[in-house]
């Protein structure tokens, strides 16, 4: 039985309209005056720690500690401005998913597991109300690796349940073949959903054990037994 439900955002909870790769672009030419990296950098499924890293290495910078937090707070403030403009829209589904599961005879803890910084979490999701809903999460700031994020929300997950957790107990979802092997690195089951970066032939390929086109097309009863 599942007992833990993690969730990516982008994609996955919400679509933004690409306020995230707006928001890295412009910090990079603000900060390093380079134009277009939004353009030429892959998202989809990454941590924002790693895009960050990948940035400094690409065009020559250390990329200290110093330089990397700098970074990052100028991208989060630019994504704050971003998101009061363009909010974006939550994806088909995800509110009667969330309460469907609320309903269960025995609720799964809900959390997160997602390659935003916690702060770019809560930008993205509070203007939709879906911040309030989590108990326990991992985030791009815990570490740049979205396998070990996977082990860290684990880790938490058990903590908070206060027992042992096997990955079978836990379901994650997401809309993207890196999901899919986030769930692989500690057996969890996957649930892929077809609103963001992966078709479902992708998903169905990489390993989910279910693939559909949106959480209008499952109940948590059939993913959570």
Sequence with gaps: MVRLVLFDIDGTLIRT??????????TAELLYGIHGVADKTHFHGRTDSSLIREFFVSNGFAGKYWEIRHFLDAYVYLLDHRMGIQSGEICSGVIQFI?????????????????????????KL????????????AFGDDHEDRNQLARIAQDRGA????????????????????????????????????????????LSFAG?????PDLTHIHPSVVCR
């Design 17 to 26: 309209g690409g306020a995230g790769m707006v928001a890295f672009g412009q």
């Design 99 to 123: 309460a469907e599961l609320n309903a269960l005879p025995v609720p799964p803890v809900l959390g997160l597991l997602t390659g935003n910084v916690r702060l770019g979490a809560e930008i």
């Design 126 to 137: 509070r203007p939709h109300h879906l911040w309030n809903h989590w108990r326990v999460g």
């Design 159 to 202: 903590r908070h349940l206060r027992s042992r957790l096997p990955g079978d107990d836990i379901l994650i979802i997401g809309d993207t073949i890196l999901d899919v092997a986030c769930a692989q690195s500690i057996g969890a089951r996957c649930l892929g959903v077809g609103t963001g970066g992966g078709s479902l032939e992708s």
């Design 208 to 212: 989910a054990h279910w693939s559909v």
